[in-house]
């Protein structure tokens, strides 16, 4: 049996999820791909309002590629109702009901403890029953980290901002977690869940080289917390920036710190992801100097394409002042703008730096870019 669910665990679609019809979010570089995952969300077998074949049904629906049920070891409220000794099972049944669908499940749970230390997501791990001990009782804090660890699990820290433990919502490290880092058994930590976003979270995160995480960690149907007619609330989503589309690869970016994170309009995550996020989605394209126009050759009409799902919100602070607009600019998702800009003289290239407004990558600060445009 627990050769079994380690296969079904690495089950992942080979094929590109473009190549299935499936939304492309972002444009991913040559040699990359941009894997789209949940990694935190519950059924009722733990707290959660529905069965794990709900989960896989709103996750198909919202073209993800990557899920994990990670139910409560400690906690199950509906345990009269749904009494089922093996705490495997919601993982079998949403494993075995995806199938040949576009979609991966792999297995997790969640570590549930007071602050400190709080709550921990333990993925890619290979049995949940592992985490209690003889007597049926959850493991102490700290041999369910090293269970986790022992069984190759990637652990991150679940909403360490979250106001019922920590009431400013500020998130901070304990001893307990400075002993869990420099043993490196934790590996990630969320800076995004549900409808909130922790700059303190992230500012651990650079500091620790911690993968930066966002998710759902959804209860109830997820229409019900995120509103998909909304385009800026959508659920929180973490990119692996893999190498190919298995799970071990998916599972090595992580570890590796490559990921990024779309919350509401914010693309988050540490720079060097950033840029090659936004290099591929934010094009330029030049149509030459627009003589008939403007009947001088001294005026250069640009397009700034936006090929992402996610709104360009974008700042010039370059040199030239432009002819039509100001400095600022928004580009809607998947479309694109034209503008024309003054560059006194008639140019081969033209550099332009840009700072993307939402796009950050650290505590208060924005992603900066600069694009070499050759004129036609």
């Not at 001294?298 to 709104?311: G, M, R, T, Y």
Request: net charge neutral; aromatic share 12%; hydrophobic share 40%.
């Amino acid at each position: 049996m627990k050769k079994l669910l380690y296969f079904l665990s690495i089950f992942f679609l080979l094929n590109t999820i473009h190549s299935q019809g499936v939304k492309t979010f972002f444009k991913s570089p040559e040699g990359k791909f941009f894997v789209s995952a949940d990694l935190h969300i519950h059924t009722v077998f733990s707290d959660g309002s529905v069965w794990p074949t709900i989960r896989v049904e709103e996750a198909l629906r919202d073209s993800i590629d990557l899920i994990s049920l990670t139910e409560h070891l400690e906690y199950q409220p509906w345990r009269a109702d749904i009494p089922n000794p093996d705490r495997n099972r919601s993982f079998q049944i949403a494993a075995g009901y995806v199938k040949k669908q576009p979609l991966a499940v792999v297995h997790g749970t969640e570590i549930t403890k007071g602050m400190p230390p709080g709550h921990f997501n333990a993925i890619f791990i290979n049995d949940a029953n592992k985490f209690f001990d003889n007597d049926k009782k959850p493991l102490d804090f700290e041999k369910a980290i090293k269970e986790a660890n022992n069984q190759g699990a990637f652990v991150f820290w679940n909403h360490p901002h979250w106001e019922s433990q920590r009431r400013d919502g500020i998130a901070r490290l304990d001893p307990i977690h400075d002993k869990i880092i420099s043993k490196k058994y934790l590996h990630g930590i969320e800076v995004v869940n549900m409808s909130t976003f922790s700059e303190e979270a992230m500012q651990i995160a650079l500091d620790n080289n911690l993968t930066i995480m966002g998710t759902s960690d959804v209860h109830v149907l997820i229409d019900w917390d995120f509103n998909n007619e909304r385009e800026s609330f959508h659920r929180p989503l973490t990119f692996i920036i893999s190498e190919n589309r298995t799970i071990k690869s998916t599972r090595d970016a992580l570890f590796n710190q490559k990921t990024f994170v779309w919350f509401h309009d914010l693309i988050i995550g540490k720079e060097e992801n950033l840029k090659m996020v936004v290099n591929e989605n934010f094009s330029i394209k030049s149509h030459g100097y627009d003589f008939d126009r403007y009947n001088s050759k001294q005026i250069l009409k640009l397009e700034l394409i936006n090929h992402s799902v996610a709104p360009l919100k974008i700042k010039y602070v370059g040199e030239y002042n432009f002819h039509t607009e100001f400095n600022f600019f928004e580009i809607k998702p998947k479309s694109k703008i034209e503008v024309y800009l003054k560059t006194l003289k008639v140019l081969d290239t033209v550099e332009l730096p840009f700072e993307i407004l939402n796009y950050v990558i650290a505590p208060k600060t924005n992603l900066s870019i600069l694009k070499n445009i050759s004129v036609k």
